[in-house]
């Protein structure tokens, strides 16, 4: 069986770590000896390269964090300083159970359905976890007004999948939550037996939802939760919930449509929503409020809630109390952490660098959507102005949201109060961004964190400075080396923008059809190949889901075909170092747990194959390592799948 259909067997410990060539297993030749070898901390459910880095990050601004804590007197922003103050009260561990209690009490006071109807404008603008959630986002078909989505709650545990019959991690994973969230209310005072039945409850609500939630499969079809509803038609959608008080309550406007994100969901409200369900209703609020907000209010609570983590990610152990405050720091504060980490860490030559090798990226992404030869001239004309038009974020932003000036920090009160403050606050400046055009300036990632992005709505492409360094970038790689690594992830991420999603926006990022009928219809059957030559690879005691993974796979594809072409243009071109570094820069090893869920739940392929299939596909990498049938790494010639 070729190497493009199985690549590992019950988990990533039982893959074949022996010894290979490149001809067999590209991957596995790069990484083997890694693979045997690389231990997972004990905190973390993965090791690979990317988590190399984010351990090198952790380690210096941990260091950084704790001496300012020390003496702040050296921090000249105002901001940062909230950050190390949040980082202070996480590390106090002061506890806060009567606070928590007190929030409890007001959904324990709602008596009908009724009550909650005309409580849930001010239960959502506080953070509540209710049955229908409403957020604020730039409206997909005029990217210059934000209007306001509506979605359906979600599931305890992370996808529809874990409650198949046949799925044994799925009942472990949900045995373990109702445990931990019984133990976590007799922490707040309730009687064994009242702890037992709220959450038995809570469990009949979270099993009515089940059949109606999307599937992962679904959410990655992204396009499809644009589903447009007259006020009136959404208002009409509940018997018993006021929804125009709800909506009017949040935004403080009486909208003309909103967006639906969820229309199965929605159809299905009477049946979930009604006053037969409400006890259970209630039951399934409280305990999902608990379980969201247990790590705030005590080291105890963090600790008894993290059982339920452990389970689900099979990490052997919690982060220290120092770096679990550390880590809700940096992610509280998010953009002012990545400017600070950027302006650090970062150097300019680095950032002219990666500018040059974008801009060159996208010329020759242009010339190949030249010369391509499936589409019309007008498709094509239409493609290179949206790939002209797309902005470039490098690094960090020159601006920090404003949004930070608010987040203030008190260092008397305790995390959980601290930290629903701050909630509230972020909560409501979403709310208000309905009054406000759609910022193209916002960063959808910070500068300290390991990866990359391309957002359609937008039509921008981000590299934060945390991932422009090895093994994906460096000053000291070959240019071979260097397009292997962030070439690939940067033209990665420009063919995001025609990927089965993205080909859907405008260059303004607007979405709508700018494909003649007999090219798109050539581009799905192209997006089936891709689908089917992924589909059902063994992976980890389970199977990849080629419909899932299909729009991240598309643009692999076509960020390797798009960086070799760079890299050739270089004297030093070396298509064996491109391909190494590009193996090199996925390996990945993880706990059973973690890749259990990352098959259900994650839109990327796993790793392995991200290294090998994508290889497999590309001519070059024949050439270079002399692959023959009859090898593992083989695969005909009409096999191949090419995009882009």
Same mark, same amino acid.
């Given at each position: 069986?070729?190497?493009?259909?199985?690549?590992?067997?019950?988990?990533?410990?039982?893959?074949?770590?022996?010894?290979?060539?490149?001809?067999?297993?590209?991957?596995?030749?790069?990484?083997?000896?890694?693979?045997?070898?690389?231990?997972?901390?004990?905190?973390?459910?993965?090791?690979?390269?990317?988590?190399?880095?984010?351990?090198?990050?952790?380690?210096?601004?941990?260091?950084?964090?704790?001496?300012?804590?020390?003496?702040?007197?050296?921090?000249?922003?105002?901001?940062?300083?909230?950050?190390?103050?949040?980082?202070?009260?996480?590390? &106090?561990?002061?506890?806060?159970?009567?606070?928590?209690?007190?929030?409890?009490?007001?959904?324990?006071?709602?008596?009908?359905?009724?009550?909650?109807?005309?409580?849930?404008?001010?239960?959502?603008?506080?953070?509540?976890?209710?049955?229908?959630?409403?957020?604020?986002?730039?409206?997909?078909?005029?990217?210059?007004?934000?209007?306001?989505?509506?979605?359906?709650?979600?599931?305890?545990?992370?996808?529809?999948?874990?409650?198949?019959?046949?799925?044994?991690?799925?009942?472990?994973?949900?045995?373990?939550?109702?445990?931990?969230?019984?133990?976590?209310?007799?922490?707040?005072?309730?009687?064994?037996?009242?702890?037992?039945?709220?959450?038995?409850?809570?469990?009949?609500?979270?099993?009515?939802?089940?059949?109606?939630?999307?599937?992962?499969?679904?959410?990655?079809?992204?396009?499809?939760?644009?589903?447009?509803?007259?006020?009136?038609?959404?208002?009409?959608?509940?018997?018993?919930?006021?929804?125009?008080?709800?909506?009017?309550?949040?935004?403080?406007?009486?909208?003309?449509?909103?967006?639906?994100?969820?229309?199965?969901?929605?159809?299905?409200?009477?049946?979930?929503?009604?006053?037969?369900?409400?006890?259970?209703?209630?039951?399934?609020?409280?305990?999902?409020?608990?379980?969201?907000?247990?790590?705030?209010?005590?080291?105890?609570?963090?600790?008894?809630?993290?059982?339920?983590?452990?389970?689900?990610?099979?990490?052997?152990?919690?982060?220290?109390?120092?770096?679990?405050?550390?880590?809700?720091?940096?992610?509280?504060?998010?953009?002012?952490?990545?400017?600070?980490?950027?302006?650090?860490?970062?150097?300019?030559?680095?950032?002219?660098?990666?500018?040059?090798?974008?801009?060159?990226?996208?010329?020759?992404?242009?010339?190949?959507?030249?010369?391509?030869?499936?589409?019309?001239?007008?498709?094509?004309?239409?493609?290179?102005?949206?790939?002209?038009?797309?902005?470039?974020?490098?690094?960090?932003?020159?601006?920090?949201?404003?949004?930070?000036?608010?987040?203030?920090?008190?260092?008397?009160?305790?995390?959980?109060?601290?930290?629903?403050?701050?909630?509230?606050?972020?909560?409501?400046?979403?709310?208000?961004?309905?009054?406000?055009?759609?910022?193209?300036?916002?960063?959808?990632?910070?500068?300290?964190?390991?990866?990359?992005?391309?957002?359609?709505?937008?039509?921008?492409?981000?590299?934060?400075?945390?991932?422009?360094?090895?093994?994906?970038?460096?000053?000291?790689?070959?240019?071979?080396?260097?397009?292997?690594?962030?070439?690939?992830?940067?033209?990665?991420?420009?063919?995001?923008?025609?990927?089965?999603?993205?080909?859907?926006?405008?260059?303004?990022?607007?979405?709508?059809?700018?494909?003649?009928?007999?090219?798109?219809?050539?581009?799905?059957?192209?997006?089936?190949?891709?689908?089917?030559?992924?589909?059902?690879?063994?992976?980890?005691?389970?199977?990849?889901?080629?419909?899932?993974?299909?729009?991240?796979?598309?643009?692999?594809?076509?960020?390797?075909?798009?960086?070799?072409?760079?890299?050739?243009?270089?004297?030093?071109?070396?298509?064996?170092?491109?391909?190494?570094?590009? &193996?090199?820069?996925?390996?990945?090893?993880?706990?059973?747990?973690?890749?259990?869920?990352?098959? &259900?739940?994650?839109?990327?392929?796993?790793?392995?194959?991200?290294?090998?299939?994508?290889?497999?596909?590309?001519?070059?990498?024949?050439?270079?390592?002399?692959?023959?049938?009859?090898?593992?790494?083989?695969?005909?010639?009409?096999?191949?799948?090419?995009?882009?």
């Amino acid at each position: 069986m070729r190497i493009n259909k199985v690549i590992g067997g019950a988990g990533d410990l039982a893959l074949d770590t022996k010894p290979t060539d490149y001809k067999d297993n590209l991957y596995l030749a790069v990484n083997g000896e890694w693979q045997d070898k690389a231990e997972i901390p004990a905190d973390k459910s993965s090791a690979g390269a990317s988590v190399d880095l984010e351990l090198e990050i952790e380690k210096n601004l941990m260091k950084e964090f704790h001496d300012f804590a020390e003496d702040d007197s050296a921090i000249d922003d105002s901001k940062f300083l909230q950050a190390i103050k949040l980082y202070r009260v996480a590390n &106090a561990d002061k506890s806060s159970k009567n606070s928590i209690l007190k929030d409890i009490d007001r959904i324990n006071s709602l008596n009908s359905v009724a009550d909650l109807s005309k409580n849930m404008a001010e239960l959502g603008k506080d953070n509540f976890v209710m049955p229908l959630i409403l957020f604020v986002e730039a409206d997909m078909k005029n990217t210059e007004k934000n209007i306001a989505y509506i979605d359906g709650a979600d599931l305890f545990l992370p996808d529809r999948s874990y409650y198949d019959d046949d799925n044994e991690f799925g009942h472990k994973l949900l045995a373990k939550y109702v445990a931990v969230a019984t133990k976590l209310l007799e922490k707040l005072g309730y009687s064994d037996d009242d702890a037992k039945e709220t959450v038995k409850k809570a469990s009949e609500f979270d099993s009515s939802l089940v059949p109606v939630v999307k599937t992962s499969e679904e959410w990655a079809e992204y396009t499809k939760i644009y589903n447009p509803y007259d006020f009136d038609d959404f208002v009409a959608k509940s018997n018993v919930l006021d929804l125009k008080d709800w909506i009017t309550g949040e935004i403080k406007d009486t909208p003309e449509k909103v967006i639906v994100v969820q229309p199965r969901y929605m159809n299905n409200l009477n049946k979930l929503v009604n006053e037969e369900a409400f006890e259970n209703i209630k039951a399934w609020m409280i305990v999902r409020y608990l379980m969201e907000n247990a790590e705030y209010v005590s080291e105890d609570f963090r600790q008894t809630y993290g059982e339920f983590k452990l389970a689900r990610s099979g990490a052997k152990e919690l982060p220290t109390r120092t770096k679990f405050a550390y880590h809700l720091a940096e992610r509280t504060f998010s953009e002012v952490v990545g400017v600070y980490y950027g302006k650090k860490y970062f150097g300019e030559k680095a950032k002219a660098d990666v500018r040059d090798m974008i801009k060159k990226m996208i010329s020759i992404y242009e010339q190949r959507l030249s010369v391509n030869d499936w589409l019309s001239e007008d498709t094509k004309k239409k493609a290179i102005v949206k790939l002209e038009k797309i902005v470039v974020k490098v690094g960090y932003p020159d601006k920090i949201e404003d949004i930070y000036q608010k987040l203030t920090v008190d260092k008397n009160a305790a995390l959980y109060d601290n930290m629903m403050s701050l909630g509230k606050i972020l909560t409501q400046d979403n709310l208000d961004d309905y009054q406000r055009p759609v910022d193209r300036t916002k960063w959808l990632m910070p500068g300290h964190m390991v990866n990359a992005c391309y957002d359609s709505s937008r039509n921008d492409i981000t590299f934060p400075a945390a991932i422009l360094q090895t093994p994906f970038y460096s000053l000291q790689q070959t240019s071979s080396e260097n397009y292997g690594g962030i070439g690939a992830t940067i033209a990665h991420e420009i063919s995001h923008a025609f990927d089965n999603n993205g080909a859907q926006f405008d260059e303004y990022g607007n979405m709508h059809n700018w494909w003649t009928k007999e090219d798109y219809a050539h581009f799905k059957k192209l997006t089936q190949d891709m689908i089917d030559q992924f589909q059902g690879i063994a992976y980890a005691g389970g199977k990849v889901n080629g419909k899932l993974v299909v729009s991240e796979n598309i643009a692999d594809v076509g960020g390797m075909r798009c960086a070799i072409e760079a890299a050739k243009l270089d004297s030093d071109y070396d298509p064996k170092q491109f391909f190494i570094q590009w &193996a090199k820069s996925w390996r990945f090893k993880a706990t059973q747990e973690y890749n259990e869920d990352l098959l &259900a739940t994650d839109v990327h392929a796993p790793q392995p194959m991200r290294a090998n299939v994508m290889s497999q596909d590309l001519d070059e990498f024949y050439d270079a390592f002399g692959v023959k049938p009859g090898d593992g790494m083989w695969v005909d010639p009409d096999k191949r799948v090419n995009i882009w």
